[in-house]
């Protein structure tokens, strides 16, 4: 098996050509351009769609940790807890974009906590075995938007675990085709289920116009709609039969990104998981992307019962919302699909297709509003133009937006767009301590970290042992005494050839 340290190429190879729509600065790959004095200094974490693990990088782009056995294309980001720990998700399941369970490992590899859920699934010969179903997204109570901050330092163990499932059911007033459908599961720290909410059962809450509720019911353009949307970034492209919604698959996806590593560590899925039969087609109606705590929160402080730091915000791209939910399963807040809606939503613009939405944690610069990754692309149902086939895909832009919202004046405060930025699916952002905004721009394979003035102070291009590009699903920046057993590295400045001019 090829090591994770030879997928995540270094930046030694001097220049050559630039990767279509990534517009990075000078490299083919690796880091190019680094401004020590400028950056939030740490460890970034890597969750790679095309290799099976996860990936630490220095401020110069060596690869100084690895961890094997996890799937990013199919349950989401691996995220490193203090003391050098490591959380995400094992196993893919057979035709769709789903794990088998979340597994925790520490330093050394060792498996100290798994959730496997009660999900029976079919696996090949007719035999069913229990998954998680977990697609996307999960997190820990304690881990406010899933990254650091100064005011959270999560726990090994004893916190709550929300998860972003999948459940098959027949919602006829959706429509007849088999849904399926996103489901919030939080477990308690003993595993046992405390809370859950599905999606289908709120249609009414989400903002879906007649138009868009006569698309999906007649299954959301079946066979048209977005297909290739991921395929020109490397991204996931749609399975077969899986209609506008459909269940896609990360370039990681099938039985070599299923395993664990050798000698132990995150166990397999099972092979018959990663080799059976692909199950009977369901609808992904919203393809939620996105599920994330709210976390303590200067709204809540102020008597917002809206942003309750245990409700959770998710992000629907295939009909581009994003939605607060609170315990009662209530839809308490909204921004979108249609941003025609108030004038403060078209002072915004559409968001289409986006991913990561979240509030900025207790700590940081913005603490407190919204921050999203705005992908454009190809999403949206029931907007009648004349590129919309059935009903789904009226919305469309090629370029990205990064934006940072108050979310009860409903007003941008922040943003980042620039020529050639788009990645057409995946993707997220972080704020650093710093006021920098870490972004990374996965169907481009990069990540980069910009000043609150939009300046380029570090750049990451990921790329496999071919020189190729190599999509990250989604980066966090880590303090470096978060993994104490590495010793702090060397920090070198990366600078530009004579001549060049930084972005």
Known sequence: MKTLRRFVMLGICGLAAVVANAAPSVYPYGVTTYQPDQTWNGYTVLSLLGAPGVA???????????WSGYSSAAGGPMRVLPNGEV???????????????????????KEIWTLDGQNEIQLTGGTTDKA???????????????????ESRPASAGAATLVLAHADRMV???????????????????????????????????????????????????????AARGAAAGGPARAAGGGAGGAPRGPGAGPRAGGGPAGGGARAAGAAAASGPAPVSAFDWLHINSATYLGPNKWFDAGDRRFAPDNVIISSRQASFVAII???????????????????????????????????????????N??????????????????????????????????????????????????????????GAQRLPNGNTLITEGAGARVFEVTPQRRIVWEFMSANAEGAPANVYRAYRVPYDWIPQLAKPTESAVKPPPGFRAP
Not at 87 to 109: H, K, T, Y
Not at 133 to 150: I, K, L, M, N
Not at 188 to 214: I, M, T
Not at 395 to 414: G, N
């Open 56 to 66: 630490v990088i220095d401020m110069n782009g060596r690869v100084v940790k690895e």
């Open 87 to 109: 959380i995400g998700a094992v196993g893919n399941r057979q035709g769709r974009q789903e794990s088998m369970r979340l597994v925790q490992q520490d330093f050394s590899g």
């Open 132 to 150: 998680l179903r977990q697609h996307h997204d999960w997190q820990r109570a304690d881990f406010p938007a899933g990254y650091y901050s100064p």
């Open 172 to 226: 006829p007033a959706i429509t007849d085709r088999l849904l399926q459908d996103d489901h919030l599961i939080e477990y308690g720290p003993d595993g046992k289920v405390r809370w859950e909410w599905y999606a289908a059962d709120h249609v009414n809450e989400l903002g879906l116009s007649a138009a868009a509720r006569a698309a999906i019911k007649g299954g959301g353009g079946a066979g048209s709609g977005p």
């Open 326 to 368: 609170a315990r009662d399963g209530k839809v308490v807040w909204r921004m979108g699909p249609d941003f025609r809606e108030t004038p403060e939503l078209q002072r915004i613009g559409q968001i289409i297709g986006q991913h990561h939405p979240h509030i900025i944690p207790k700590g940081l610069p913005g603490a407190g």
């Open 370 to 427: 919204l921050m999203v990754f705005d992908n454009g692309g190809s999403s949206g149902y029931g907007f009648d133009t004349p590129i919309a086939t059935n009903g789904y895909g009226g919305l469309a832009r090629a370029t990205s937006r990064v934006l940072e919202i108050d979310p009860v004046k409903m007003e941008t405060v922040w943003n980042y767009n620039a020529a050639g930025f788009f990645s057409t699916n995946i993707s």
